[in-house]
């Protein structure tokens, strides 16, 4: 098997990595993948990965919902239930810091286009990439909404974006350093760069350690927590401004998350678990399970 070899820390550079955790990928192969930590900042990184060519089947469940859009089951349907509350405060989130005016807006892995075209119908100007036939072909039948595969990433215009979003994406991209650069070239000076990621450092876990669903191994490469997602950002010309919470993000994630041990009454305990972590993110934004990170370009 072909694998991303990383042998140089994404955020510091550094090349020493120690052991972290072995998790299994409990959604799709079964198979047990490392997670090393880099021993000079702490990031995270998944170990031995299938590359670019192989990973494919890797995402290939009828329980993926992000692509497939399946509204079966208790899980799911809270997932689409929460997604629509979710819109509603992007939007908010975005609009409220670009100003009155709608601008122009580009979605990295914009999944079958729920997050574009509420955007969209609010007046913004939307482009968006993914990599999946199959999600594209959705946002095309459903909304009329042409997405771009994900070459066409490289066509795009220098500094035609007051907003670039990337939900719950950057941790699964194995082109890593080419994508920051994009984001420097394609965002305007002032305008901003959303990143939405799950916390390693999160409440759920460190409650569900090698259980815990956001490992998402070998599908997510890199587990930022938020000292290194801000240098990184730093390290390509964005200031970290704001990080808002995602805390119903606890709820399906602790939900999975207890499936994945094997535990009776998973969503009763998922709940409950995910009310405590949703709780202990209220005193502390840092124990919250996803973050949503708003850099400025400056
Ligand atoms: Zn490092």
Not at 8 to 22: A, D, H, Q
Not at 232 to 253: N, S, T, W
Not at 266 to 295: E, H, N, Q
């Amino acid at each position: 098997m072909k694998i991303v070899e990383t042998t140089s820390c994404p955020v510091c550079g550094g090349s020493r990595f120690e052991p972290f955790l072995s998790c299994t990928d409990h959604f799709v192969s079964g198979e047990t993948f490392l997670i090393k930590r880099c021993t000079d900042c702490g990031l995270k990184i998944t170990a031995g990965a299938p590359d670019e060519d192989e990973i494919g089947p890797y995402y290939q469940s009828e329980r993926y919902i992000s692509h497939s859009d399946t509204s079966r089951g208790m899980v799911n349907r809270l997932y689409h239930l929460v997604r629509k509350t979710m819109l509603v405060r992007k939007y908010r989130l975005i609009q409220n810091r670009v100003g009155q005016q709608p601008g122009s807006i580009l979605d990295i892995g914009a999944g079958t286009g729920y997050f574009l075209r509420f955007m969209q119908q609010r007046g913004w100007q939307v482009t968006g990439i993914e990599k999946s036939e199959q999600a594209r072909q959705f946002a095309r039948d459903e909304w009329n909404l042409e997405l771009l595969p994900a070459a066409q990433l490289a066509d795009l215009p220098a500094q035609s974006f007051e907003v670039v979003t990337l939900w719950h994406v950057m941790e699964h991209l194995q082109n890593l350093e080419y994508t920051w650069k994009r984001l420097t070239e394609l965002i305007r000076l002032g305008g901003l760069l959303v990143v939405a990621l799950p916390n390693p450092a999160s409440y759920d876990a460190r409650h569900y350690r090698e259980y815990w669903a956001a490992w998402d191994v070998p599908r997510h490469l890199w587990h930022f927590e938020i000292p290194h997602i801000r240098q990184a950002g730093e390290k390509h010309g964005f200031r970290l401004e704001k990080i808002q919470r995602m805390p119903f993000d606890a709820f399906y994630v602790s939900m999975l998350s207890e499936r994945y041990r094997n535990a009776s009454a998973p969503l009763l305990r998922g709940l409950i678990t995910g009310k405590l972590s949703w709780i202990a993110s209220w005193f502390d934004a840092g124990k919250c399970s996803s973050l949503i990170y708003v850099f400025r370009k400056d």
